[in-house]
């Protein structure tokens, strides 16, 4: 069988191989008597299944094409990786609070951008920050400070305004995504590009 057709079903492999015993009984009988014609249409009749039983369940799975992770999916595991991440370290509990403020803020945004303006320039701004940003222009860069640069006042000072813009601009977004003011997803896209280097 070829491996673009689809499989046979078992009841059409059965009335194959039925009427195909019915035949070879009927032109044997007058040759060789009910009981032989019978016995050998039997037997061809089971050749026969056995065979396309063979061909249908040996034939090669159609290949299976994976859907790609939405951009919110995708933004959603990097978010849910850098926090194992960070409850994994030691670090200050006021900022792990407000890291983990931060990611939870850009999970309920995710969904709602790449639905309401899907493709647009500002749904790929926010995708970066979950996906770039965040995780690896922030949150890395911190985790990898060793413990007394973590504690470090002017650190600290450091993370909290940048966390602090971040959480600004997404409550933003949240209120442009909310009432809907199109007009202002382009500028709000270019103003977190140039704010962010994104």
Do not use: C
């Given at each position: 069988?070829?491996n673009?057709?689809t499989?046979m079903?078992?009841?059409?492999?059965?009335?194959?191989?039925?009427?195909i015993?019915?035949?070879?009984t009927w032109i044997l009988?007058?040759?060789f008597?009910?009981?032989?014609?019978?016995?050998?249409?039997l037997i061809v009749?089971?050749v026969v299944?056995?065979?396309?039983n063979?061909?249908n369940?040996?034939?090669?799975?159609?290949?299976i094409?994976?859907?790609?992770?939405s951009?919110?999916?995708?933004g959603?595991?990097?978010?849910?990786?850098?926090?194992?991440a960070?409850?994994k370290e030691i670090?200050p509990?006021?900022?792990?609070?407000l890291?983990e403020s931060?990611i939870?803020q850009l999970?309920?945004v995710?969904?709602?951008v790449?639905s309401?303006?899907?493709g647009?320039?500002l749904a790929?701004?926010?995708?970066?920050?979950?996906?770039?940003?965040?995780?690896?222009?922030?949150?890395?860069?911190?985790?990898?400070?060793?413990?007394?640069?973590?504690?470090?006042?002017?650190?600290?000072?450091?993370?909290k305004e940048?966390?602090a813009g971040?959480?600004?601009?997404?409550?933003e977004v949240q209120?442009?995504?909310?009432?809907h003011?199109t007009?202002?997803?382009n500028?709000?896209a270019k103003?977190?590009?140039?704010?962010f280097?994104?």
């Amino acid at each position: 069988m070829n491996n673009n057709e689809t499989k046979m079903p078992a009841y059409i492999i059965g009335i194959i191989t039925a009427v195909i015993a019915i035949i070879v009984t009927w032109i044997l009988i007058p040759a060789f008597g009910p009981i032989v014609g019978i016995l050998i249409g039997l037997i061809v009749a089971s050749v026969v299944y056995m065979v396309l039983n063979y061909f249908n369940q040996t034939e090669e799975p159609s290949e299976i094409i994976a859907e790609p992770a939405s951009p919110s999916d995708t933004g959603i595991e990097s978010l849910l990786n850098i926090n194992i991440a960070l409850r994994k370290e030691i670090i200050p509990e006021e900022i792990r609070t407000l890291y983990e403020s931060i990611i939870d803020q850009l999970i309920d945004v995710l969904p709602k951008v790449n639905s309401e303006v899907s493709g647009g320039e500002l749904a790929w701004v926010i995708n970066r920050m979950a996906t770039e940003y965040l995780p690896e222009k922030s949150i890395r860069p911190y985790l990898s400070m060793d413990d007394a640069q973590r504690h470090a006042e002017d650190t600290i000072t450091s993370v909290k305004e940048s966390i602090a813009g971040m959480q600004s601009e997404l409550s933003e977004v949240q209120d442009i995504l909310s009432s809907h003011k199109t007009d202002e997803f382009n500028n709000k896209a270019k103003f977190l590009k140039t704010r962010f280097k994104m």
